[in-house]
Structures are given as structure tokens and as C-alpha cells.
T-cell receptor, first 122, second 108 residues
Framework: VSLVESGGALVQPGGSLTISCAAS????????LLWVRQAPGKGLEWIAH????????SYADSVKGRFTISRDNAHNSAFLKMDNLTAADTATYFC????????????????WGQGTLVSISS | SSQLTQPPSVSVSPGQTARITCSGD??????VFWYQQKSGQAPVLVIF???KRHPAVPDRFSGSSSGTLATLTITGAQVEDEADYYC???????????FGGGTKVTVL
């Protein structure tokens, strides 16, 4: 099982960035996906969630209207498009999977990528 | 309220029992999940649906939840259990998630 994030970068305030998550080693369509971020030295923050078929999408209030989560089930990938970035968005962004089936033996966020660092600074 | 409150730190000696609490109104209606994050690593799932232990997690870890208070217990804590622990739940509508602020567990 692997989730590999990429695309983290240094971006100026007000700029945009799209980060990606490449999944392998499991049946991608059987899982919801989400992004969780962690500012340097701080705790975890849930920011966006997308169900297995993209039917349902939700965002934290802190990013609603600025961030867009999506996925491409044909290519086992997920994305987070981030607009109007501010210093408060500086964090490591983790791609996380969650079993989508009601009969899943384990629920919750059962596998995490290693994260990609997004830094917002002028 | 969708906030979850954890103590910033817990310290125990090896072999002692560590208890990490998580409080919030939503816990009376929603499951709590617990994640362990060791320094420089990604988090891992420890407990799901209040008390179910992930198969890869040692049985010294257990979880419970009653009313608005959930507890992660490490019975016979080991040095390798030193980590930050986060509780997680969803808001009452189930469409937003929230983590507690995290508890740093020190075993020495």
C-alpha cells in the first residue's frame, strides 16, 4: 500500500498550487480520500474529504471556497487545488485513505502518505 | 460544539498506565478515533469506533468512550509508545471532521 504526495512548493501569498497524491497497492475505488494538514510544530487539521465516486465532497471552514479536492479513479490519483494562499496555509499536507464500505473491517483513516510541504511566503 | 479538547502532555514511567482523554460534546453522538504520530512520521490509526483496536496495534492500547469523554489507555507503556496522540471525530452532520489538539506522551 502506498500513497505518495507530490507538488509541494514555496508559493507567494495570494498564489495557487495543486498538489497530487498517487495511490498504489490497493483497490482505489474502495476508499474515500482526504487531505489532512499539519503546520510546523502544530497539530493535525482535517481540511477536505471526497468519497470513492466523488459523489460527496466536504471542506473545513478554513479552506472552503479556496481549496478544491478531486480524484481520478482511472489513474488512482487525488488532487488538492489551492487558491488565494496565505501564510496560514503553510503546512505539510497528508493524503489519507478511508475505507468506504459499510462492512469494512477497519474504519477511520487507515493509511497515510508521508506528506508534501507547502510553504507560503514572499 | 465540534471542538475536541485533549491535555497537552502526559508523562509516565515504563510499565505504568498512561491515560489520554478527549472531551467534546460531539462524542456523545459520534465515534472517536485515535491516531499516533511519532516524531517525523505520518500518523497511524490506533483505535477506531471508540474501542476497536487496529489489528497491527499492540493490545496494551485500548479505547473507551462515555458521554462526552473518550479515553485512550496504554497499559504498561513502553518507551516506543512515546508519540503525539490525536483524537478525531466528525461534526453532528458528519460532513466535517475535527481533530483534538494532540497529547504528547512521554515514557521515561
Amino acid at each position: 500500500v502506498s500513497l505518495v504526495e507530490s507538488g509541494g512548493a514555496l508559493v507567494q501569498p495570494g498564489g495557487s498550487l495543486t498538489i497530487s497524491c498517487a495511490a498504489s497497492g490497493f483497490t482505489f475505488i474502495d476508499y474515500n480520500l482526504l487531505w489532512v494538514r499539519q503546520a510546523p510544530g502544530k497539530g493535525l487539521e482535517w481540511i477536505a474529504h471526497i468519497t470513492s465516486t466523488s459523489r460527496s465532497i466536504s471542506y473545513a471552514d478554513s479552506v472552503k471556497g479556496r481549496f478544491t479536492i478531486s480524484r481520478d479513479n482511472a489513474h488512482n490519483s487525488a488532487f488538492l487545488k489551492m487558491d488565494n494562499l496565505t501564510a496560514a496555509d503553510t503546512a505539510t499536507y497528508f493524503c489519507v485513505r478511508e475505507p468506504s464500505g459499510l462492512a469494512a473491517p477497519v474504519t477511520g483513516f487507515d493509511f497515510w502518505g508521508q506528506g508534501t510541504l507547502v510553504s507560503i511566503s514572499s | 460544539s465540534s471542538q475536541l479538547t485533549q491535555p497537552p502532555s502526559v508523562s509516565v514511567s515504563p510499565g505504568q498506565t498512561a491515560r489520554i482523554t478527549c472531551s467534546g460534546d460531539i462524542l456523545a453522538r459520534k465515534f472517536v478515533f485515535w491516531y499516533q504520530q511519532k516524531s517525523g512520521q505520518a500518523p497511524v490509526l490506533v483505535i477506531f469506533e471508540d474501542h476497536k483496536r487496529h489489528p497491527a496495534v499492540p493490545d496494551r492500547f485500548s479505547g473507551s468512550s462515555s458521554g462526552t469523554l473518550a479515553t485512550l489507555t496504554i497499559t504498561g507503556a513502553q518507551v516506543e509508545d512515546e508519540a503525539d496522540y490525536y483524537c478525531f471525530s466528525t461534526d453532528i452532520r458528519g460532513d466535517q471532521g475535527v481533530f483534538g489538539g494532540g497529547t504528547k506522551v512521554t515514557v521515561l
